[in-house]
Structures are given as C-alpha cells and as structure tokens.
C-alpha cells in the first residue's frame, strides 16, 4: 500500500471497501436493480419510455437466442451500435449467459472492424441493418470464427407509424439484411415478437473471475488491444464509484453522449442500471439541438460528457438560455478540459458542477476523480478514488518522483485488467513486478493528492534533450482569444537528429473572419512570453477541424500521420 496522503482531501470518511465486497458477478448487481426498478422507467428513446422490467424481459429472450445458437459460457458477441436500446437488451442478455462481450464502435473503417472481430474471436456481431449492408456482409466471409449476426434498425422501439414515416422521409436510415452463407442471420425485432425466445430467466452460472468484457482501446498510438475485464472488475468499479460519488444517495434522470462501445459510456451504462436511473438516451450525439430538448423537457441531474462535446454545447445558443439548477453535476473525462473553458463551461450551468476524472479502458473507466465533498480543484482531475495504490514514476529511470514533479501514472487497484486479449508480451510490459499498471499517462500530484495530466509517454515532445509536456502548452496557448482548441506533435527535427521540433495544429473559433497570419505571429508571441524557449511552437498550422477519435479524444496519431505524408 501507497502512502494514501490524498484520503485528507476527500471532504468525508471513506474507507476502502472490503475485497469481501467484489466477490460477486456483475449480472447479480444488476439483477438485484432490475427487480428492485422494474416498473420504473430505465431508458427514454426518441420520446418512447421502456421500463426496466421489460428490458430484462427482452434482454432474457436475446439470452436464450444465443443459446439456441450454441452459444455458451466465454464466448464472445460484438456489439456495433450506437447508444439504442438494443445495445443494452444485447449486453445484458449476453451477461446473462456468461457470454463476454465487446463495443465495436459504427465508426470502424471496415478493415479495423475485421481487425477487432479477428483478434477478439468474435463468434456472434450485433449491428445496425445499413452497418450489415456496407460494411458486415464485406468483411464476414473472412470470420470464420464467425456464425450469428443479428441485425437492428435504429428505429426498432418506435410506435410503428414513427417507423414508416421516418422510412418514407428518409430520417431513419434503414438496409436489408439480406442470407450470408454459412452465418446466421437475423432481425433483432424478431427475436423480440412475442413467443419467438423464452422471456424467462435463462439458465447460468457466473463467478468473480469470468472474463466479463474485452473492451478495445483507442489505438492512438498504435493498433487497438483488446483489454480483459472481468466481474470482479466491474463489480469493484461499480461500487467504489458509486460510493465516492454518492450516486446511491440520487436518484433521476441521466444523459450522456459517450457512446456504449467505449468503456466510458458503458460505464455510465452501469452506473445507470446499477442505482436505478433514467438514462436519455442519444442515437446520435452531434445533435446539439436535440440534446437541448431533452435537457428542458427532462431536466437530468446528471450529465456526462467528453470536453468537446462540452464546446458543441456552448456554441449553441439554446443550451446558454436553458435552466440549468437541476443539473448537479456535469462529468469531463476522456479527454484534457483547459481551464479557462471550464470556467466558461461552469458561468452557464453553475460553479462547482463541473467534475473532471481520471480513467482508462485497462482501469475499467474511473480511478481518479474529483470529489463530492471536497474541494473541487478545475484543471486536475482529481484525487484516486478508494482501493486505489497510485504512485508517479519517472518514464526516463523508473524513479518515483516527488510532490509537484512530472511521472508516469502507475496504478493498483481491483478495477485493474486482467490481461490485454492473446497479448502475453505487451500485458508484461504493462505491469511492474509488484502488480501496478503502468497507464502510459503524465501527471503532477499537489500536495492535497489531486493530479492534474500534462501528457500521454508516447506524445511528450523531446527538444534537445528537454521534455515538453503537450497539454502545458496546449492549455497555455489555448488562452489566446481565436484559438478554440490545440494540438502539440513533436515533427523530426532535420539539423539535429534525434531530437524534435514543437508543432502545433490549431482549430479557431467559430465565426473567426480576422487575419490568419496575425494569430499564429501572436501565438508565437504568447508562447514566448510565457514558456522556455524549447517549448515554443516553431511551426503552427491552422485546421477547420482537428482530427478526433470516436468518443471525441484528439488523434495525435492522425496528426502525426498527416504531418509523415507532407
């Protein structure tokens, strides 16, 4: 155990919870909720409200449809949707069964679906019908692991004229699914019509150790690895959160725009289930407009976003004119916030709502957070949560650095993977010999215990022998008044091999018509104002749009390929 001098900042009395406490199967946390809420409402849809109860109802029939399928215990479904009510019946009928199973984000190219189907030995694929017919029906003769795809279509839990109607005016995007050879195929609704599966508990047996999920990471640095989480995880995650947060003390409406294939909104898909909340739900998370509606008519009191979602709202008129006293907190996570945003974030929905976190596939989402009782400091993202040993090491040496001193997060705690998926070498580069993960992110602890992240190993930028920490810098010049998000590389430097120059690609603000010229001159000037020389952009480049991964991370990883091939 750590030296925990960070538990003095949580504003009250918590203590770990026993291990005793993890030694449960996920399935039984939610089956506890799904019979304690089954009248109550779990999921608002495009206006349709679906109980908790009959989601356990569908989602039993989807279990005992693996089953007649020859699914059994450890095999693994895919899930390709976005965030529609059939990706919750698909995940918890699957868990039902002791089946594992994996978010494969609708935003794959199709080689990077097969690539993760492949490796993760998919034996079953939950996709939309349009997903099926562009992308499914190419790639599944090259599955032959693969036997079952079942096919959904985003409308599926519309009243039916909703459905024709949004066919007719071409608002619901549709596609037939139409026989592969030697797969089955088949609709989701049909395995949904009354009498075609069994809507009763299906048989199953699950312990702790059973490998729960293989989520996939963002593969911003190299290919995705699939991390192996099992229920003792999930189970950890679940109720230390839950605790710290005090989410068992509310209860209401939820609304979050990170999609269930990512660990981030599968995680708040838990949460949701877990304490009984109602989660409204977005098909499609861009619709700024849409979300707005949704905050006025239902007034959630929590909210979770990625930051650049955050801006997507602020842009928009109508989300600074809506009453925000409901809210109680609004979640940050996956992604750095600059400060002078949050602030500008907080001025419309309230101070002290704002709450930035820490958390990572392979740590089953959250590790560190902001706390709910103590200070909320804006800029870090908080302090580790309960049965959580963190220390900062020194990427360089391996030395664990001091208070107010740049090292690499390496963490321990019950929400820690198993293993990375077939992956033996990269699993051992992972942890060190006394069991921390070694995340592969930078930070700084104050003296309160609150960590505030400066950079991912894989993207400091070496100048001459000295680091530069990108978000530092980011953060900094992000401060200039046309400047409305910032990305650092590091780009070979020609007249010193092995070292690096800084480059910074720049997205300004909407509505900017000034002189494009004038603001990099001026961003030079700040940077030079204001940091040491080696840290100082030598090269800017200005973007409509920065490049982002699927849950709305900036992808160095494609900057840095944009900037190879010029």
Request: charged letters at 25%; a positive charge; one cysteine or more.
């Given at each position: 155990?750590?030296?925990?001098f ?6 009250q009395?918590l ?9 449960i199967?996920a ?5 506890k909720?799904?019979?304690k809420?089954?009248n ?10 679906i109980?908790f109860?009959r ?9 005992h449809?693996l ?7 450890g ?5 390709n949707?976005?965030n ?5 019946i698909?995940?918890?009928?699957a ?12 935003l794959?190219?199709?080689?990077e679906?097969?690539?993760q ?14 997903l ?5 029906r ?19 839990f519309l ?8 066919k007719?005016l071409?608002k619901?995007?549709?596609a037939e699914v139409?026989p592969?050879?030697g ?7 049909d ?7 069994p809507?009763i508990?299906p ?6 150790d059973?490998?729960c999920y293989?989520?996939?990471t963002?593969g911003?640095t190299?290919?995705?690895k ?15 959160a839950t ?5 068992d ?15 981030a ?9 877990y304490?009984?909340w109602?989660?409204?739900?977005l ?8 979300i707005?509606?949704?905050l006025e ?6 909210i979770c976003?990625?930051?650049?979602m ?5 842009a ?8 925000h ?5 609004c979640?940050?996570?996956a992604?750095?916030?600059p400060v002078?945003?949050?602030?500008e974030?907080e ?13 990572m ?6 590790s ?6 103590g200070?909320?400091k ?17 990427p360089?040496n391996?030395?664990k650095v ?8 390496w963490?321990k ?28 992110d930078?930070a ?5 215990g609150y ?14 022998g ?6 530092k ?8 008044p046309a400047?409305e ?5 590091g780009?070979?430097n ?9 480059k910074?690609?720049v ?7 000034g ?27 200005i973007?409509?749009?920065l490049?982002?991964?699927s849950v709305g ?8 390929q ?5």
């Open positions: 155990m750590t030296d925990r960070w538990i003095k900042s949580y504003g009395n203590p770990d919870l026993p291990a005793e406490a993890f030694e199967d399935y039984r946390l939610f089956k909720s799904l019979e809420y089954k109550e409402t779990a999921l608002i849809f495009m206006g349709v409200e109980t109860g989601i356990d109802a569908c989602a039993n029939m989807f279990a449809m089953l007649a399928n020859g699914f059994k215990k095999d693994l479904l895919g899930i949707l976005p529609i009510p059939e990706y919750c698909a995940w918890l009928g868990m039902k069964v002791g089946c594992v199973t994996s978010g494969v984000s609708p794959l190219s199709p080689a679906m097969e690539h189907l492949k490796d993760s030995d998919a034996k079953g694929l939950v996709t939309l019908d349009v099926y017919a562009q992308r499914a190419e790639i599944a003769p090259r599955l032959p692991a693969l036997k079952l795809i079942v096919a959904a279509n985003v409308g599926g009243p039916k004229i909703k459905q024709v109607l949004g007719l071409k619901l995007p549709s139409g592969l050879p797969k089955t195929v088949m609709k989701f609704g395995l949904l019509k009354p009498g075609a599966y809507a508990e048989p199953g047996q699950l312990t702790p059973d490998v293989i989520m996939y963002g911003t190299g290919l995705p699939g991390a192996v989480l099992t229920h003792r995880n999930n189970a950890a995650e679940i109720q230390i605790k710290y947060m005090g989410w003390q509310v209860r209401g409406k939820v609304i979050s725009a990170f999609p269930m294939f990512h660990i909104g599968l995680t708040f898909n838990t949460m949701s289930f304490n009984g109602t989660q409204l739900m098909p499609d998370p861009r619709n700024t407009d849409f707005c509606q949704l008519k239902h007034r959630p009191f929590l976003n990625v930051p650049s955050y801006y997507m709202l602020m928009n008129p109508k989300f600074r004119a809506l009453d006293s409901q809210v109680q907190q979640v940050s996570a992604a750095p916030f002078d945003s949050q602030k974030f001025g419309i929905v309230g101070r002290g709502k704002l709450i930035e976190l820490y958390g596939t392979e740590s089953t989402a959250i560190v957070m902001n706390p709910i009782k200070q909320k804006l800029g870090t993202v908080g302090l580790p949560l309960m049965n959580t040993d963190l220390k900062l090491v020194d360089t391996g030395e001091g208070v107010g001193q740049a090292g690499e997060i963490i705690n019950p929400m820690v993977m198993k293993e990375y998926y077939k992956k033996p070498a990269e699993t051992a580069a992972a942890f060190d010999a006394e069991g921390f993960l070694r995340t592969g930078v700084v602890q104050d003296e309160d960590l505030t992240l400066v950079d991912r190993t894989k993207d400091m930028i070496i100048v001459s000295y680091k530069v920490f990108s978000k810098v980011e953060d900094l010049l992000a401060d200039h400047v998000i910032m990305a650092l590389i780009v070979p020609p007249d010193r091999p092995g070292s690096e120059m800084v910074a690609y997205k300004l603000k909407p509505g900017f018509s002189d494009v010229e004038a603001v990099k001159k001026e961003i030079v000037e700040l940077a030079k104002a204001k940091l040491a020389p080696y840290e100082v952009p030598k090269m800017i480049e973007l409509k749009e490049p982002l991964t991370k900036l992808d160095k990883k494609a900057l840095r944009m900037t190879a091939g010029k």
